[in-house]
């Protein structure tokens, strides 16, 4: 069963979200937050699998919560996704940087947000889709790029193609299937990846690949 909970200043939104999810056999809504504030405590009291955050709520914000729920090792296993009313949006970047495994336009289609809970509660993050894609390409692209962090000079060169890969939208079946490795084998280096360079999941692999320099926009790798 996977465990959610809901954020969102707009009791109507919450509700129809509420009734979608709770409708699914294999999906429960254990808590619903009005502001961030209260949906931080219901993450901590519930430990769901996936929180679904609005960007902005009253009294601490959709990023700030995602920074507090992300800093907490007791919450490692909660995946983070924010829901915005708009396909670009630079509070939602700003929320990638704090830790979101990614995010949701408002007017999904409701099969669509189902699917995407599964895809998030699996720890796959929400990197496929185009958008997100186009959003980290625009605001990553835009200011100038920090010095690569030291760490990424102990990622090997098949972790930096698989890093630049992921960075491209594609989960780990589609790296094995292009790499001509195993689905295991692509795991291990994201997983191995991750772990070098810090990341709590995905998403932010794909920050740390943009920030770095590491890809340019359009997930072309650059050499070393």
Known sequence: MIRTVLADDQPLIRGGFRALLDSEGDITVVGEAGDGAEAVDLVRRHRPDVVLLDVRMPLLDGIAATREIAADPDLAGVSIVILTNYA???????????????????????????????????????????????????????????PAPPALGTLTQREREVMALVAAGMSNEEIAAHLTISHLTAKTHVSRAMTKLGARDRAQLVVHAYESGLVSPGGHLKQP
């Open 88 to 146: 670009i949006d630079e509070y939602v970047f700003a929320a990638l940087r704090a830790g979101a495994a990614g995010f949701l336009v408002k007017d999904i289609e409701p099969g669509e947000l189902i699917g995407s809970v599964r895809v998030a509660a699996r720890g796959d993050a929400l990197l496929a889709p185009a958008v997100t894609r186009r959003l980290i390409e625009e605001f990553v692209a835009t200011p100038p790029r920090p």
